[in-house]
């Protein structure tokens, strides 16, 4: 079978549902989309640990201390199960880092905005994390197997931090007038960012990594469901939205809400966020501290995996 | 924990202060590496070891709490900082991993000393916890025991620095057995079966063949500690300090 | 990866007698190291009974749908391969039993 012929039974075989393994043969094309794919969201949950670092040292109780440490820690592992993921298509977890600090690859957009009190701890691990999971239960049936398996296990994972995320907000919420200020605080900052996540809407005959089921679900399908879900549980709280437009339109069977700001979410993924550099050379600062520890323990960089 | 005089109380409080600010505070150190440590999947083994502390800190308060009738939050966050009781080797801050690693590995032995002795406490609850924690322990004693070798024999670099580091801590380690105001009356109770001081003896008799063994050079000499080993704290500590009270501060009343 | 480094398969036991299956993979330079992180990945939720931690390398695969999937019929390997529910009927007719087979009977 010629390498054209070959190529077109591979996207039947995965159009159709069909599954992938490391090792089956792939068209060129397919393993790069997947790859790309596979590091944005494995450096995405690699920098989503910054924002909330900040505060492990800060939480104001025992418990919150435990469940928030746990919470980045599950992040750093879900980094870990991502680069793996990306590795076994063949590029190295070091040669990824590199690309990453380089500024040559991307992670999500709410990654790069400041973390400003305590009330923004508990939006991002229940709004952000929702949003993500909104996402990520639709990758659980990726063409690309491994993904597919780890995004369940993420999947399982993360639903813990929305309860953690969903409890903070509460407490604050049945707290003092200063606490719920500064809820509604974070929501207003927050709010835009959470918009623009999903992406904005793609093409279907065009979006390959649709076509080809590396992902199950449009942007815009997961945002209208992340907002069918979470309006309500916002608004259930005393929360305001900030934007006046956002309306469930019975008649069109969709949300309805103001144009996010899709120039804001190009601007801040390609590393113009207000946190983009700061958190970049943070992590280059402390890879570079421990490089001897990497040397003295798995032994200097050897050929390309 | 009726049948406790008022002084045995404050014996038996002050022990768990003293071992209680010892876990939370390292806790809180080493939870810094949570998200910057040097593997990815050494980052995760590390955040568990800082959670278990702060698990086994929270335990401990907690008991504390129902012996003064205080809550465990409040013992944790609510003091000023010349009033928390940790041995003067969790004064310093994180630093680099050949620091972090000495200072668990003096830590985790010396607190194995400690733990073993405590299961053997007449304080039936305080024995109980401590034969628990001596289970979640295990991981920690071969965890790093593992770093200790992985350093030493990983080149002169790591050779050095955790050479280095070791001989910055050891005199803070001793601390850890820093005699306790009302040692003698937990020595007469039975809360404690054996003075810090014979502690400090067995664990120093532990950790220096195995330095030996690893053909680290001897640490110099191993003086006893003062009493405000566990008393007097620095910048380093304050600085921790204004980080974990912050929020806590932000609004006194408040539930978090 | 760094020259000493290689990566570890992590098989686990959800419960006690269950099959060990796969969990995913770590990066260790060594077998001890990849067995505390195996730990950590796939047992510090306490999710698992029992974890193996196996190189990469040591492990072989087969996936030759010539070898795992033939073309022809092989049924007769497999219990669904025998429909006994027609000849059972007409055997109990025959025999004068009444009563329509059970699900024991027709699973045998």
Redesign the interface.
């Known amino acids: 079978m010629d390498e054209e012929a070959r190529a077109g039974a591979f996207y039947a075989h995965v159009s159709a549902g069909g599954k992938v393994e490391p090792d089956d043969w792939m068209p060129d094309e397919y393993r790069a989309a997947v790859l790309k794919f596979v590091e944005m969201h494995a450096n995405s949950e690699l920098m989503g640990v910054l924002p909330e670092r900040e505060w492990i040292l800060r939480a104001p109780t025992l418990r919150r201390k435990l469940a928030l440490t746990s919470k980045v820690q599950d992040e750093v592992g879900h980094a870990q199960l991502l680069y793996r993921v990306a590795e076994d298509l063949g590029k190295s977890r070091e040669q990824m880092l590199q690309d990453l600090l380089a500024g040559k690859t991307k992670f999500h957009n709410v990654f790069h905005y400041p973390t400003r009190s305590w009330a923004d701890v508990g939006i991002i691990a229940w709004l952000v994390d929702a949003a993500a999971i909104v996402s990520q239960q639709a990758l659980r049936d990726s063409s690309y197997a491994p993904y597919a398996r780890t995004m369940k296990k993420i999947c399982w994972e993360e639903s813990v931090h929305i309860m953690h995320g969903r409890d903070v907000v509460l407490t604050m919420m049945n707290g003092t007038d200063n606490q719920r200020a500064l809820v509604q605080d974070a929501l207003d900052r927050w709010w835009g960012p959470l918009m623009q996540m999903h992406g904005p809407p793609t093409n279907p005959a065009t979006d390959r990594d649709l076509i080809w089921k590396i992902k199950a679900k449009g942007n815009e399908q997961l945002r209208q469901e992340f907002l069918s879900i979470y309006v309500p549980r916002i608004r259930e709280l005393g929360l305001v939205i900030p934007d006046p437009a956002l309306a469930y339109d019975e008649v069109a069977g969709r949300w309805a809400y103001s144009e996010p700001d899709w120039d804001e979410l190009r601007w801040v993924v390609t590393g113009h966020g207000p946190k983009s550099q700061e958190r970049l050379e943070f992590r280059r600062l402390h890879r570079a501290e421990t490089q001897w520890v990497r040397d003295a323990i798995i032994g200097p960089v050897g050929a390309a995996a | 924990m009726t049948g406790l005089d008022a002084a045995t109380r404050g014996a038996l409080g002050e022990l768990l202060l003293a071992m209680a600010d010892d876990e939370f505070v390292l806790g809180?150190w080493d939870?810094?590496w949570?998200?910057?440590?040097?593997?990815?999947?050494?980052?995760?083994?590390m955040?568990?070891v800082?959670?278990d502390e702060?698990?086994h800190?929270?335990a401990l308060?907690e008991m504390l709490a129902m012996l003064t009738g205080d809550d465990?939050?409040r013992i944790?966050?609510g003091r000023r900082p010349d009033a928390y009781r940790h041995a003067a080797l969790m004064n310093h801050p994180r630093t680099?991993?050949a620091f972090t690693i000495a200072r668990r590995y003096l830590y985790e032995t010396a607190d194995a000393v400690r733990l073993e002795s405590l299961a053997g406490s007449s304080h039936e609850p305080l024995a109980n916890l401590a034969i628990k924690m001596r289970r979640e322990e295990t991981?920690h004693l071969?965890?790093f025991d593992?770093w200790l070798r992985?350093?030493t024999e990983?080149?002169s670099?790591?050779r050095d620095?955790l050479i280095s580091a070791l001989q910055e801590l050891w005199t803070d380690a001793q601390a850890v057995f820093a005699p306790l105001v009302a040692e003698a009356n937990l020595l007469t109770t039975g809360i404690l079966a054996e003075s810090m001081e014979t502690l400090r003896q067995r664990w120093l008799a532990r950790i220096t063949p195995r330095f030996a063994e690893l053909g680290l050079p001897a640490m110099p000499g191993a003086p006893q500690p003062h009493a405000d080993g566990r008393s007097l704290h620095g910048a380093d500590f304050s600085w921790?300090h204004g980080?974990?009270t912050?929020?806590?501060d932000?609004?006194p009343r408040?539930?978090? | 990866m760094g020259v000493k480094d290689k990566v570890w398969e992590v098989f686990r036991q959800e419960a006690e007698g269950d099959p060990m299956i796969h969990g995913g993979s770590v990066r260790a330079p060594d077998e001890e190291l990849a067995t505390h992180y195996a730990r950590e990945f796939y047992g510090r939720r306490q999710e698992s009974e029992r974890l193996w931690i196996v190189a990469r390398d040591a492990i072989t695969e087969l996936s030759d749908p010539d070898l795992l999937k033939p073309p022809f019929d092989r049924s007769f390997k497999r219990p669904g391969g025998f429909l006994i529910k027609h000849k059972l009927e007409t055997a109990r007719q025959r025999a004068g039993v009444s009563d329509a087979p059970s699900q024991e009977d027709l699973s045998e």
Not at chain 2, 34 to 45: F, K, Q, R, S, Y
Request: no cysteine.
């Open positions: 809180f939870s810094e949570t998200g910057i440590a040097p593997i990815l999947e050494e980052d995760v083994a955040s568990s800082s959670q702060i698990g800190a929270k308060y465990a939050d944790a966050f680099d991993w991981y071969l965890h593992l992985r350093l990983g080149g670099e790591s620095r921790l980080e974990f912050m929020v806590a932000s609004e408040a539930s978090w």
